[in-house]
């Protein structure tokens, strides 16, 4: 039984690793495909500008004046209310 087990781990177990090791140098060797040279495929776009950073929010503390006070509420108007006769 114990020759079994060390088959199993030394030999049967390396198959998946060297199989991957075959598709990496494949991989490697091949050459890229030339394609055809035609205007089919979309032109590449010019990269973005960087995003300007958001400024930092201001700190509040010991240091600094109070925080600025709450907007004054603003009621919605009610609907007239109709006149039965």
Request: hydrophobic share 35%.
């Amino acid at each position: 039984m114990n020759g079994w087990t060390f088959f199993y781990l030394m030999v049967v177990l390396k198959i998946p690793i060297i199989a991957l090791l075959a598709i990496v140098w494949w991989a490697i060797r091949k050459e890229p495909d030339g394609g055809s040279s035609g205007n089919g495929g979309s032109p590449v776009s010019p990269p973005r500008p960087p995003v300007a950073p958001r400024p930092r929010p201001a700190r509040r503390g010991p240091h600094e004046g109070p925080q600025p006070l709450p907007p004054a509420r603003v009621r919605s108007p009610r609907p007239r209310e109709r006149e039965t006769a």
